[in-house]
């Protein structure tokens, strides 16, 4: 099965251009014992780093030209996106239908009240249980920008019409981020001058800055230097889409290079290996699986998978899509995903000191009006993540997936308590020139394996409430609700499901 750029082909954009200053360097890591070490790239231009029109606050009418026409295209697109969803949703029966009482977004269940009297003047997308909409403007949501330095040594100064899958996962990772920094309830005050507040304040800044638009050493994640490791090890040219595959594979490189505090781990035929996740010491990580989930569109029987993949506590989100776009996933009310949607332009943000940051001059970087798309629209390439922030978190995300697996639902991930054929075939080289120079050998993988195996028969682990399955659609194990002991079945776990058998062919073209 293969797939190409096409699936996600977003239109085109001319890019702008102008500058944007650069502020000092920003400690990014939540651990103050573990920092990250970044590596200022260095340019293939000299003016790379700057912008040819000089400085974005002095740069006479060229700036606010700039912010009027992302305005209007917004504006255009914002009406665009209405429109089309309300006539698809005219012609499929659901302006008027009652919403479902199970809302989840990233593992966190809210119930919507019965209505009894349907108000139909409220319109189907605004019908929200209390609390959800706040939650969900809390989401870091990365869109296209403009007016940043070109990205060397291309000439871009904006990724509009390009740059929509990074951006996805690019969101997916700031709430991995958030997660690790500030565990699911991430709420704070901006106002507030409690210590807590600054200390949080100061932290979600430092996420935010990771995905600034430049080559500073607190950007780790911009969108220059994930088109610079694109262009490295994926072969695409800067302005080239991403596929999902690509896009994860950039996101781990990046982490890898700037020695970050949280481990990225990625799958493509859906295969966990335990032992390359917790070879020496566990670190807080970051699971990405890349998947493939039918041909034009999702096969439905893939639908209660995507959906109770999001009630899980370790759920990071997914980055996908529908055809023609590239969309951020975090929660679902019914057979509709709540989205993020990054084909919206803003301008780049100026660095600044940490304190000295407002929540209105990152208030591109939230949505408060969530989004709907029904599974069936859903194009099938997409990026699951899971965050595991202990390694009970990790024995905790195997024991829901396979209880689900258990259950008779099609799941898309397996677990092996093993080293993947690739690590283990360097294990072994390893462990040969290592003991002809010392007496202590490395632990093995039979080892580790048995170790992790050890771990998880004796975590108690629950499960979230089961859903309504009339108006959710998941179906959830019997032991849904209440506490359970897990027991292993083995360090082999064979995958289940369609679309994995043409995995390789799909991956090498994205």
Not at 46 to 59: E, R
Not at 318 to 347: C, M, N, V, W
Not at 455 to 471: C, G, I, M, N, R
Not at 472 to 486: D, L, P
Request: with cysteine; hydrophobic share 35%; proline share 5%.
């Amino acid at each position: 099965m293969v797939t190409t750029a096409n699936s996600f082909q977003d239109r085109a954009a001319t890019p702008g251009s102008s500058a944007r200053q650069d502020g000092g360097e920003n400690p990014t890591s939540c651990n103050n014992n573990h920092p990250m070490v970044i590596q200022k790239e260095e340019p293939v231009e000299d003016n790379a780093s700057k912008g040819p029109v000089g400085d974005t606050q002095s740069a006479g009418n060229g700036p606010d030209l700039a912010g009027l026409t992302n305005h209007v295209v917004n504006t255009l697109r914002e009406w665009y996106v209405l429109a089309s969803d309300s006539i698809a949703n005219i012609l499929e029966g659901r302006l008027m239908q009652q919403p479902s009482k199970d809302v989840w977004l990233l593992g966190k269940h809210y119930e919507v009240a019965a209505i009894e009297q349907h108000d139909s003047s409220q319109g189907w997308m605004e019908n929200h249980p209390p609390g959800f909409v706040e939650d969900f403007s809390r989401l870091i949501w990365c869109t296209y920008r403009s007016h940043y330095p070109p990205i060397a040594p291309s000439a871009f100064t904006t990724d509009a019409g390009w740059g929509c899958m990074l951006r996805a996962g690019q969101t997916l990772l700031a709430q991995a981020l958030q997660l690790h920094c500030f565990g699911r309830e991430w709420g704070f005050s901006w106002e507030s001058i409690q210590d807590e507040d600054r200390h949080r304040r100061r932290q979600y800044v430092g996420i935010v800055k990771q995905f600034f638009d430049d080559y500073s050493g607190t950007s780790v994640f911009s969108i220059h230097r994930m088109s610079s490791i694109g262009r490295k090890f994926e072969g695409k040219d800067i302005g080239q889409w991403f596929g999902p595959h690509g896009t994860a594979t950039i996101i781990r490189k990046l982490a890898q290079e700037a020695n970050h505090d949280l481990n990225i781990y990625t799958t493509t035929d859906g295969v966990v290996y335990l032992a390359d996740i917790c070879a020496d010491e566990f670190r807080p990580t970051l699971i990405l699986v890349t998947s493939m989930l039918g041909i034009d569109r999702v096969n439905p029987v893939y639908y209660p998978f995507i959906q109770a993949s999001l009630t899980l506590p370790q759920s990071a989100g997914i980055a996908g899509g529908k055809p023609s776009s590239a969309l951020y996933f975090a929660g679902f009310q019914g057979d509709e995903l709540f989205y993020l949607d990054p084909h919206y332009t803003r301008q780049a943000v100026i660095h600044r000191n940490d304190d000295a940051y407002t929540a209105t001059d990152l208030t591109t970087y939230s949505c408060n009006t969530p989004r709907r798309i029904p599974l069936n629209r859903l194009d099938p390439c997409m990026v699951f993540g899971y965050y595991c922030g202990t390694l009970e978190a990790l024995v905790d995300l195997r024991s829901r997936i396979n209880l689900l697996a258990d259950d008779g639902m099609k799941t898309l991930m397996a677990f092996d308590n093993g080293h993947s054929p690739e690590t283990a075939a360097a294990h072994v080289g390893d462990c040969a020139r290592t003991s002809m120079h010392s007496e202590t050998p490395n632990k093995s993988v039979a080892s580790i394996s048995k170790d992790t195996q050890s771990h998880a028969d004796t975590v108690p682990l629950k499960l979230p409430p089961q859903s309504d399955s009339e108006s959710s659609g998941v179906e959830v194990s019997e032991g849904s609700g209440r506490s359970i002991e897990h027991r292993s079945k083995g360090s082999e776990i064979i995958l289940e499901g369609e679309g994995n058998s043409s995995e390789e062919d799909w991956v090498t073209d994205m």
